[in-house]
């Protein structure tokens, strides 16, 4: 099939199955171009949950599909390419977690969304990075258990630094890559450009942007800015979006490493027998479900 006819027959598909096709900042220009919404984690976590299609086809990694999947129990969460996960998450496991709570039994226990259900249903909070300070300074505890990304937790402890933040040992093999040498660089090539990073990134890069933001909020912050020429911290997939938005506009990737391999396992093709073959349904043990569901709500909650 050419893109054409996939496209239509994905679009056929969906009509039948009354299917909503969601899409992470990340994914490549062609699912993007066919997703019904495209955004960063929390827009489309808020999405999911108000949804009102039986069908959620969503295109980014396991642990996204899994959150979607919490706030629409009722309706069918595909993940287009089941090996499709997130390296981050995999780095923290509830067994560790459980440790970590137990050498800080006062502290509150927040987890980063890229995180797998086991992991949220013995968290208290969950939150993005589009929403990660505001979460923390909704919570009454000092001290802050933060998993598991460390880049992300640096940069709410120096936001928040009235709290004690614990903070796991993980990283995005991909934002972690990025040094500040190459940010140097960058600033010396386009010294009239605007920097924009995500907080993924690590601290020494985090340093030396303009604007530190979730992918939705760089997006924003680029298409809303006076500004003519940016430095993109974050994953490729996002310059889909601004050129589309801002042609005016230049973007430059901070970093040619600023790829993201499971997020571009998804395909037209990979939507296309998702839809046909009704697959692959996300399902979370009753148990886990339950406890998981309430560290999500609790973030959505936060005002
Ligand atoms: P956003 O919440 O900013 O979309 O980020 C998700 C992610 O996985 C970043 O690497
Ligand atoms: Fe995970 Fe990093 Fe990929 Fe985001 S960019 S899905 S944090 S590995």
Redesign the pocket.
């Known amino acids: 099939m050419d893109k054409k006819e996939l496209t239509r027959n994905i679009l056929e598909l969906k009509r039948q199955r009354n299917a909503v096709i969601c899409a992470?900042?990340?994914q490549i220009d062609e699912v993007q171009e066919i997703a019904d919404v495209v955004g960063?984690?929390?827009a489309l976590s808020k999405y999911c949950a108000s949804s009102p299609r039986d069908v959620i086809v969503f295109c980014g990694?396991h642990f996204m599909a899994e959150s979607a999947k919490m706030l629409s129990l009722q309706k069918t969460v595909l993940l287009p390419e089941i090996h499709a996960g997130?390296p981050m998450a995999d780095m923290v496991d509830a067994k560790g977690l459980r440790e970590m709570k137990r050498n800080h039994p006062r502290a509150a226990v927040v987890c980063y969304?890229?995180t797998s259900a086991e992991v949220k249903a013995e968290c208290d909070i969950c939150c993005?990075?589009?929403n990660a300070v505001k979460v923390i300074q909704s919570l009454a505890e000092e001290e802050i258990i933060f998993v598991p990304d460390k880049n992300l937790g640096d940069y709410i402890q120096k936001k928040v630094p009235e709290k004690k933040m614990i903070i796991w040992d993980g990283f995005?093999v991909?934002?972690h890559r990025v040094t500040s040498k190459e940010v140097q660089k960058a600033k010396e090539a386009h010294p009239d450009a605007v920097i924009l990073v995500?907080p993924?990134c690590r601290p020494e890069v985090v340093e030396l942007a303009d604007f530190v933001g979730?992918?939705?909020q760089i997006i924003d912050f680029a298409t809303a800015s006076p500004g003519k020429k940016f430095i993109i911290g974050?994953?490729m997939g996002v310059l889909y979006r601004l050129k589309k938005d801002n042609p005016e506009k230049t973007f430059y990737l901070l970093s040619q490493g600023l790829i993201?391999p499971n997020m571009k396992k998804t395909r037209l093709e990979s939507v296309y027998h998702a839809l046909e073959k009704m697959q692959y349904a996300i399902e979370i043990e009753e148990a886990i479900l339950i406890k998981a569901r309430t560290t999500l709500e609790r973030m959505l909650n936060v005002q």
């Open positions: 992470h900042n990340y960063d984690s929390f990694v997130c969304i890229n993005t990075s589009s995005c991909t934002h995500h993924e979730s992918t939705k974050t994953e993201c």
